[in-house]
């Protein structure tokens, strides 16, 4: 069997040592491991791939109890995981999600699509995964999200995909799951936060737009980022054509950070990630 | 002989017939050309590389003749420019500039080096380029600016580049040389516009960092952009490591715009740039 | 109405001033034109977006008629192509073409798909694609492509896209549909010609693995580059790591290689691409 | 005091704790480390930057007698790397290579230039670095060579930098220096192996240019690879004009090798690089 483990705490001495030792007893071999320290914020991270069998909880029940009062521990069987997507109108993440999962590329299955308006219906339909649409014309943005909360109260999912959710979240919303939530940002951020990047992107005659895909925090558009990834514009393309030139980076860095938060490579710290 | 022709005015019917019939009559050939029409400002932009022998006083007047009024017409023999290079201590883009004249991959002359530090003297003096210091410390800015120009005007320069010159120019500074003054700004314009944006980019925990190469304009880093590019960073990296990086594509993406710019491949116009 | 015109011709002063003349006098205006001399081959090329009424047919012959002999002239009014997608058993590149159809970013109609193997039947289906499989086990090779040609020619499409199609196709074959075959090649050639390059890029331990789409000549891997991308890979990854990160290029490559082509911005000449 | 310690060897169980059991009984505390196992080749890598107070070869010796015995030790106090650079013609690799001395950027000392030519002198000169030139004209390799490695023999460095050195090296004369020479190749290797790889790309009409840098071993351009970069080109370019693009990257290229190797981040095993 396969684990993944995932320490971080304040730093100390001795650390790597006593997780060695702890590994070592339970049989365990390392396929890899990774470790970062922090230096700024004396804070210690591991991931590691773990070969034997294990009794997961009192395996890191064992670690808390050797590892500072700050350690988080998070260990699991390698597994795919569980999501649902959110998105609007434009097809192209959620299209790009179908794809891999229908091919085996993505370490995730799609439990359903919750989306704010009929658009995708047919699209989703194509792929078989149940099409939920809370509409949000005319709704208030507090009676919204409490509609959109109970459809998803009903799946057992692990993240929350926005692939061009086009609705911004209410801090009550985003904190019924933190670092969960995953958004496709279409800019380059910080740069052109907020409405229409391209368009902003466009008046300022830049030469690169991006995409950058970060965990959704209370901030809009400040949540730590993933990875993000830039393509090249030019005096030709008004802000329609840099648009479309960004909808594939946008698919391309969303499905990055996704197969790197499915892979438990990510930890977040102080609206930063650390990435192995 | 090679002459390089620049045309730009607002856009009308018949534009290329006509410039083609002045430029046949006049015997010469075109090696090559781009044309471009910004449709949102009805602008018409023409770069055209000449071939023959020309009066290029009496062939500027017969363009402006046939062409609408808001026409600029720039035509000039082929030709190495003159630069001042402005600096304060870091000597990564003065040194790939002055490699590059040295090599003669650079289409440019370096006339003097000015300063606001004495740290690069010894460094300007291996390429045996003149170095003026005109010290910024303990004196007001309007002050030391007038020095600054009382010094530029004893040289008869093209181009004005800021290689890493840490000072801020006021408005009337810039007015002397509009569309003259080039800077190589050490972050992904718009993002962290102002001081230190590799500290503000390691703060926001980005994934990639850039620089950009601007004309200066009245309005600090919002001047129109020639060329941008990034390089990936990650958590390991501390502020000194992007700068480090950052290094490494400023001076890249500086020689590019100086390149662009030296070829009079760039028009400006309402704080953008066309590039052919 | 908008016209696409294409020129290529052998290079003599005064070509664009007798374009220019025809096409004023056929009452058209330029919205946009690009120009450009190979030295090396004293070719010429032009293409241009004209708006207008035309009679076309008789507008090229003008051309044809104040043009060198070796001139070439194609002029249409826009349109969206029709494509027909080759493909084996990976979707990726296919899903990404049928994604774009469907949100109408794709300038294509995609007429039918052909395959060698039954695998993405089902997944055409989803699209209501025509789904048409000629199995190549157990069938030489010019067998097979004769039942494939005999499938095609029940199409009128102007482009055959290989998205991922892993049969080499005969000179015979490719002769039948010159400059009109498309192909996505899984690295960045003339890197790792010929079978698996992601294994070969593996072995080899390159930094970085690339796709390149180019139009089919009867030289396999060697016909005229379209467009090509890069991807960073690392120590960590194993050859179908790679293959995994570079599928997403390859669709990327893929997807811009077609936007090129279906605009009309790409000539082709001695085994080379002039893009516009 | 801070140490750099990198081990390799066949992987076992217990590596980990048997190590860092080491580095506790020590003293030491880690400041970072990376492990990683080659699974195909069942080998392990691990890099630590090690805080504390160290008889080093005692240290080394107790690692070596508790690793398996195919295990390779290195531990060093960190730093700065001696290197001699041995160049031809061309000054933008050597250039950059000295301004980052110049300015601190480079963790290294350039002890000498040599070089096949006379052409350099004036510029090595300028920054006051001893400059022997080694003519090749009208002199057999084995006899040229014999004549290197007398003046190589002189300086006492770590690291031999091929910084536009064109002339192939001997496999005598490689033996020498094992994992300890590196050069800028002016390619995307593998792809245009050999001479005057600009212009093989310009013939091949590739949309993308790259650079190289890599150990060299007795192949030639065949060595483990360091780090690649890439540049676009197109059809306007010349090859003297993809060789000028290719001179930003690919002394940006050989930039990033040398402050991999000189951090020592990078192992060498079967023709790769493991690099943390």
């Known amino acids: 069997m396969e684990y993944i483990l995932k320490v971080s705490c304040d730093d100390e001495k001795g650390l790597i040592l006593r997780i060695s030792e702890i590994v070592v007893k339970n049989g ?14 004396h804070r210690f991270y591991m991931r590691a791939v773990l070969d034997g069998e294990l009794e997961v909880k009192g395996f890191v029940n064992t670690l808390l109890a050797f590892l500072p009062r700050s350690a988080q521990v998070f260990c699991e069987e390698s597994r795919r995981k569980n ?3 959110m998105a609007t109108k434009e097809n192209h993440c959620l299209g790009d999600i179908l794809i ?3 091919s085996g590329d993505l370490n995730a299955n799609v439990l359903a699509v919750v989306a704010n308006h009929e658009d995708l219906r047919e699209f989703a339909s194509k792929f078989d995964v149940p099409f939920i649409c809370v509409p949000s014309d005319g709704v208030g943005r507090e009676e919204h999200e409490k509609m959109v909360l109970n459809e998803l109260k009903k799946f057992n999912f692990d993240y929350l995909i926005l692939a061009k959710y ?3 979240l209410s801090s009550d919303f985003v904190l019924n799951y933190e670092e969960k939530i995953i958004n496709i940002h279409h800019s380059f951020l910080p740069a052109f936060i907020g409405a229409n990047p391209y368009k902003q992107a466009y008046e300022r005659g830049v030469k690169i737009i991006g995409a950058t895909a970060h965990f959704v925090t209370e901030c809009l558009d400040e949540g730590p980022i993933i990875t993000q990834d830039v393509v090249l514009v ?3 393309m008004d802000w329609q054509d840099m648009r479309r030139a960004g909808r594939n980076i946008e698919k391309i860095v969303l499905t990055r950070a996704l197969d790197l938060v499915f892979d438990e490579r990510v930890f977040v710290y102080k609206n930063k990630t650390v990435i192995f």
Chains 1, 2, 3, 4 share one sequence.
């Open 83 to 85: 999501i649902v997507v």
């Open 100 to 102: 891999r999962e229908n």
């Open 166 to 168: 086009m609705r911004i």
């Open 28 to 41: 365990l071999n390392y396929l890899s491991t990774n470790e970062f320290v922090d230096h700024e914020n």
């Open 234 to 236: 030019n005096h030709e």
